[in-house]
């Protein structure tokens, strides 16, 4: 379609906003995202604000919410913040540019207005929020204990402070999803189905976004959050499944959930009693996406096979990253080739007898990792030659980012060699992330130039 053409057909924003409270939740994102998205991912809805949100409403206090993805353009975000006294921003690196933009919009309609923020990003790149004289309170770490008196009292907390979160997931309140920001166009609000989120591809809607697990034991270079999110205790099974009940009962009907875990396929014990209870107590069994391990796929085969058939653990993404031992350990991913080669195997053999007995075969989430420093084209084409041995996959590949607290992260960007600038925390999988890489070879590579060499060792490959 022709771009003109197709701007005439662009859903228009809702820009009413009736304004209830003095103070503002911003949520982040692109502009357009709740208006127009580009994908699905866009629309999923923020946990943290909602958790917080919800917190501040248990203890009384009242807050409006707006958010960037909801207009178009910043002036329309401009005449909605003019009048609040206060506002409240999640900030994680890929939003940090968003939220100093809004943050200087938000003090230039209101002078006196305070800006309070928090979040991933003020944990791991201190120093870059700091730099921003617009943020009145920078919070590191979980706000759960410290969002109240923050809110009420800000002059008793120094600029920048630390809190302290909930031993475990099962002193959070469940989330009330209304105070989530609605689709913000008739045209995407007729399949959001909020305060359920809209469908991805993975699953039936209206889907459900939970996270049962806050953080990810393993320590690989390009990730390793558990060096900067505190350990927390699993939610427990029980108190998940009431909470998939009742959203089905108030909101549903529910279709699909995605368990935003970082990683779901962890701790065993939880692991059995979710394969016991869900099929049992569940409304529905639900079909879900969740994420494992290669490695623990090896560890714990039958676990993998009953949460598959009996949970219907149907999108299962797997951080498989590279198909070369090299870049494995360059990862510290503590996987190897052989590992990933047995979950592929693995999950085969289960879809197909799924398939045989005429159910829906489960499918990989393949997360795929190219253009990381020290990879060689050996390397690379072992990558792909792994991707396409998967016969039940849908490839989510991405060149590899060096996210701010990650360990390789740090380094690269202590070297100077991070093109992710805080102006432009580039996110998109294509991006050009890293000074040193060939980039043009990654793009030839995807593009099919080297085909002939990938599948000419492939059969000497497997
Ligand atoms: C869900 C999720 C997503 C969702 C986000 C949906 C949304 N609208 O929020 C989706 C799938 C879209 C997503 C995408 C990406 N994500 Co993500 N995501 C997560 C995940 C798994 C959970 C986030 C979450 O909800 N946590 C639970 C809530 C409760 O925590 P929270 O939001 O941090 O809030 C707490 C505190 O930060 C604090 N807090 C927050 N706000 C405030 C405000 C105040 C005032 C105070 C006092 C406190 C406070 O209190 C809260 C409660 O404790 C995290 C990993 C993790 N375990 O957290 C990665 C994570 C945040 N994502 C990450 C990344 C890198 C990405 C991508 C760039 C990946 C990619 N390359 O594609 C993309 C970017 C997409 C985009 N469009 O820009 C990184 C961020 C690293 C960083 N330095 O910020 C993380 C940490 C994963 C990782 N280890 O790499 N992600
Ligand atoms: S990449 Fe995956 S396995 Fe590695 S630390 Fe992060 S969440 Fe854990």
């Given at each position: 379609m022709l771009p003109k053409l197709k701007s005439l057909f662009k859903a228009r924003a809702i820009t009413d906003h009736t304004r209830s409270s003095d103070i503002v939740w911003l949520d982040l994102g692109d502009l357009g995202d709740l208006v127009n998205p580009n994908g699905p991912l866009e629309q999923?809805?923020?946990?943290?604000?909602?958790?917080?949100?919800?917190?501040?409403?248990?203890?009384?206090?009242?807050?409006?919410?707006?958010?960037?993805?909801?207009?178009?353009?910043?002036?329309?975000?401009?005449?909605?913040?003019?009048?609040?006294?206060?506002m409240i921003m999640?900030?994680?690196?890929?939003?940090?540019?968003?939220?100093?933009?809004?943050?200087?919009?938000?003090?230039?309609?209101?002078?006196?207005?305070?800006?309070?923020?928090?979040?991933?990003?003020?944990?791991?790149?201190?120093?870059?929020?700091?730099?921003?004289s617009e943020f009145d309170k920078i919070c590191q770490g979980p706000g759960e204990n410290a969002i109240v008196d923050l809110v009420t009292k800000p002059d008793s907390f120094t600029r920048v402070f630390r809190a302290t979160g909930s031993r475990s997931m099962a002193q959070w309140p469940m989330i009330d999803r209304t105070l989530w920001p609605k689709p913000a166009s008739r045209r995407l609000a007729k399949r959001f189905k909020w305060p359920l989120e809209p469908e991805c591809g993975w699953g039936p809607p209206g889907v459900v976004t939970i996270m049962t697990s806050r953080v990810c034991p393993w320590q690989c270079v390009f990730c390793n959050e558990n060096s900067y999110i505190p350990n927390m205790g699993r939610r427990p099974v029980d108190m998940i499944i009431d909470e998939l009940n009742y959203l089905d009962r108030k909101y549903g009907p529910v279709g699909s959930i995605v368990i935003h875990d970082s990683m779901f396929f962890q701790n065993p014990s939880w692991l059995e009693e979710w394969i016991e209870k869900y099929p049992r107590k569940a409304n529905k069994v639900w079909p879900y996406w969740a994420a494992g391990r290669?490695?623990?796929?090896?560890?714990?085969?039958?676990?993998?096979?009953?949460?598959?058939?009996?949970?219907?653990?149907?999108?299962?993404?797997?951080?498989?990253?590279?198909?070369?031992?090299?870049?494995?350990?360059?990862?510290?991913?503590?996987?190897?080739?052989?590992?990933?080669?047995?979950?592929?195997?693995?999950?085969?053999?289960?879809?197909?007898?799924?398939?045989?007995?005429?159910?829906?075969?489960?499918?990989?989430?393949?997360?795929?990792?190219?253009?990381?420093?020290?990879?060689?084209?050996?390397?690379?084409?072992?990558?792909?030659?792994?991707l396409r041995y998967m016969r039940y996959v849908i490839p989510s590949i991405a060149f590899y980012a060096p996210y701010p607290g990650s360990a390789l992260g740090n380094q690269l960007i202590a070297e100077g060699k991070s093109r992710m600038t805080k102006e432009n925390y580039h996110r998109y999988p294509d991006d050009e992330k890293i000074v040193g890489v060939d980039y043009q070879f990654y793009r030839d590579l995807l593009s099919g130039i080297y085909d002939e060499e990938i599948n000419r060792d492939m059969a000497q490959s497997l």
């Open positions: 999923w809805q923020d946990h943290g604000l909602g958790l917080l949100r919800t917190i501040l409403r248990d203890n009384g206090v009242h807050t409006d919410v707006l958010s960037t993805r909801a207009v178009t353009s910043w002036e329309q975000l401009r005449r909605q913040l003019a009048g609040y006294k206060t999640n900030v994680r690196s890929y939003t940090f540019p968003t939220a100093c933009r809004a943050a200087s919009l938000f003090k230039e309609v209101n002078p006196q207005g305070l800006v309070l923020t928090g979040g991933m990003h003020a944990t791991v790149a201190l120093a870059e929020m700091v730099q921003i290669a490695d623990t796929v090896r560890q714990w085969p039958h676990l993998f096979e009953a949460l598959i058939k009996e949970t219907k653990w149907d999108t299962v993404s797997i951080g498989f990253e590279s198909g070369s031992d090299r870049v494995l350990r360059i990862l510290n991913k503590e996987c190897t080739e052989e590992d990933n080669y047995f979950a592929i195997d693995l999950l085969h053999r289960i879809a197909d007898e799924m398939e045989e007995v005429g159910r829906k075969p489960p499918v990989f989430w393949s997360n795929i990792m190219l253009g990381i420093p020290g990879e060689t084209h050996e390397d690379a084409f072992k990558t792909m030659r792994m």
